[in-house]
């Protein structure tokens, strides 16, 4: 199992997953809505839900963003793609704490730490086509739409088109460019 190391945001602190996770998360996971996107539909129990998060046989890792307060924010989810060096991104944020700016600051950390501390070249989201907020969070971090695969897809919804966007460590750590001002030479 890879480690999933500790990290902080100004208002969160993404730790790895816990079993006493489930109870927060469950709430979002157990809603048709808040699970339209996953490529399963929801979840009927903590034992099905913990079952899923904890399978010995999936090799990724997950972060769980808490507040402040202790209380249960978001999941994060880093997995390993196609080469090394090159790894898949997630994320799901609690419902009753969605439209705070959890994932973009979260996401945002996360990218951080795997571009500058775990040497990653390239990162990759794979999003459902009708996933505005996902599509609109991975534009803003500098994400770049590589793919749009026509019904690429069938989940508990139904055939899905599918978008590949990806990440490149040099773009997202290059300086950016400074803003002058004044008459063109």
């Given at each position: 199992?890879r ?14 997953l ?16 808040q ?111 590589e ?34 001002f004044?008459?063109?030479?």
């Amino acid at each position: 199992m890879r480690r999933v190391p500790e990290l902080s945001t100004e208002r969160f602190i993404l730790r790895p997953l816990q079993e006493s996770d489930c109870a927060a998360l469950l709430p979002t996971l157990s809603d048709a809505d808040q699970c339209r996107f996953l490529t399963r539909p929801e979840f009927t129990s903590h034992e099905e839900l913990w079952g899923w998060l904890a399978d010995p046989t999936w090799n990724g890792r997950t972060w769980i963003a808490e507040d402040g307060e202790g209380q249960v924010a978001a999941r994060f989810v880093s997995v390993p793609a196609h080469e090394e060096g090159v790894e898949e991104i997630g994320y799901i944020t609690c419902a009753h704490r969605q439209r705070e700016g959890v994932a973009r600051e979260c996401t945002e950390a996360l990218v951080r730490h795997l571009f500058e501390t775990d040497g990653l070249r390239k990162l990759t989201a794979e999003v459902d086509a009708e996933n505005t907020a996902s599509v609109r969070l991975l534009g803003a971090l500098g994400f770049t739409r590589e793919a749009y695969f026509r019904e690429h897809e069938t989940t508990h919804i139904g055939l899905r088109d599918v978008m590949m966007y990806g990440l490149l460590a040099k773009d997202f750590l290059a300086p950016s460019e400074p803003v002058r001002f004044g008459r063109r030479p």
